[in-house]
């Protein structure tokens, strides 16, 4: 595990990506003298690890902001002692996909964002902004009006090299509008769930680019094409190409 400060107050707790894999786990804590905000969990081996990095300084965690409800991103909450919860409206939906029912009961007690919502922790002012596309309950997290949280709509490594987005052909038009979005905060700093902190206007409007334009080829395709076809206007070397082989599943 690494812990990475970012700002006064703002740290990044990042870990490995398990064998064979190339993306990293992240959780972001927001530290209000001796509370605790979290952005996502990841798994329950990683939850375990910041509470007891957080415990050794006295500081409790109190809230977590779920940026959407994939597995890598809500395990951990049973590692945590039942802090009040945060996240989209549509979360019971990839709940019921993606997690046993079993465990339903440790999101018990959500509290849905919207976009008007605002939550105040410490020097800390949050907004959002409810996406979809990658997955249909995600949510841009805005920090002080000086970093936003992207969920999974921008992944890279840990060395920081790009991952291809993962998505569904039906739902590639909605992951462009996101990123979309996203180009009216590249003058912030980006805060990945996998990866590191993405920061300067032409890196992340780049970043963008590339991602959008492999998005609008699988979107404006008649017909399934190939991963070369849809990356033929792109400008990095994506890993994890064989994505693609689910975009048409």
């Known amino acids: 595990m690494k812990k990475i400060k970012i700002a006064e107050g703002l740290y990044q707790f990042q870990f490995p990506p398990f064998e064979d894999q190339h993306f990293g786990f992240n959780i972001y804590a ?73 465990k339903h009961h440790f999101f018990d007690g959500m509290n849905t964002l919207t976009e008007r919502s605002q939550l105040t922790f410490g020097s800390f002012n949050l907004t959002f902004k409810l996406i979809q596309g990658h997955v249909i309950c995600g949510m841009f997290t805005i920090i002080n009006n000086q970093f936003v949280h992207v969920a999974d709509d921008l992944m890279t490594s840990n060395e920081g090299a790009p991952l291809l987005p993962s998505v569904h052909v039906e739902n590639a038009k909605k992951h462009f509008d996101s990123l979309e979005l996203l180009k009216c905060y590249a003058s912030c700093t980006l805060l990945l769930s996998h990866g590191n902190a993405l920061s300067g206007e032409s890196e992340i409007l780049s970043a963008i680019s590339d991602r959008q334009s492999y998005l609008e080829a699988i979107t404006t395709s008649p017909q ?23 975009v048409y599943l």
Request: proline share 5%; glycine share 6%; hydrophobic share 35%.
């Open 224 to 246: 399934p094409i190939s991963i070369d076809a849809a990356l033929q206007d792109t400008h990095c070397d994506f890993l994890h190409k064989e994505w693609h082989e689910y």
């Open 30 to 102: 927001l530290i209000n003298g001796q509370e605790a905000l979290l952005i996502d969990t990841a798994f329950e081996q990683h939850a375990k690890q910041v509470r007891e990095n957080l415990k050794k300084e006295g500081i409790e965690i109190t809230k977590v902001v779920f940026s959407h409800f994939h597995p890598d991103h809500i395990s951990g909450l049973p590692a945590l002692n039942s802090p009040i919860l945060y996240g989209n409206g549509l979360y019971k939906a990839s709940l019921n996909k993606y997690t046993p029912i079993e």
